[in-house]
């Protein structure tokens, strides 16, 4: 089992950058996909990005390619998802996840085992 503390959220303008960061605990996160999803306000939770158990392999929404990177460092039980060129539809709460599988595309909620509890990223315009 996996807990997962997601940070990094926050209010900023359109056009700025953040960088979220997820904490896993337990000596078993390499073994995981990690995913990154959002969630606006009276919408579904949808998919951001997913990163492979060795960081090798990234996928990214149609919605952030080119503007997000996701990225993870085994070493620190770290997941981090960059975010440059925010726009004000990038506004939700981010979600860290964690795929026990590590084949497919884990796109959806169903896809994952452990989630965190979120973090709020608002962008004005």
């Known amino acids: 089992q996996v807990q997962l503390v997601e940070s990094g959220g926050g209010l900023v303008q359109a056009g700025d950058s953040l960088r979220l960061s997820c904490a896993a605990s337990?000596?078993?996160?390499?073994?995981?996909?990690m995913g990154w999803f959002r969630q606006a306000p009276g919408k579904e939770r949808e998919f951001v990005a997913f990163?492979?158990?060795?960081?090798?392999?990234?996928y990214y929404a149609d919605s952030v390619k080119r503007r997000f990177t996701i990225s993870r460092d085994n070493a620190k039980n770290l997941v981090y998802l960059q975010m440059n060129r925010l726009k004000p539809e990038d506004t939700a709460v981010y979600y860290c996840?964690?795929?026990?599988?590590?084949?497919?595309?884990?796109?959806?909620?169903?896809?994952?085992?452990?989630w965190g509890q979120g973090t709020q990223v608002t962008v004005s315009s």
């Open positions: 337990g000596r078993t996160f390499s073994s995981y996909t």
């Open positions: 990163i492979r158990r060795s960081g090798g392999s990234t």
């Open positions: 996840a964690a795929d026990q599988g590590d084949f497919g595309f884990p796109r959806t909620v169903r896809d994952y085992d452990y």
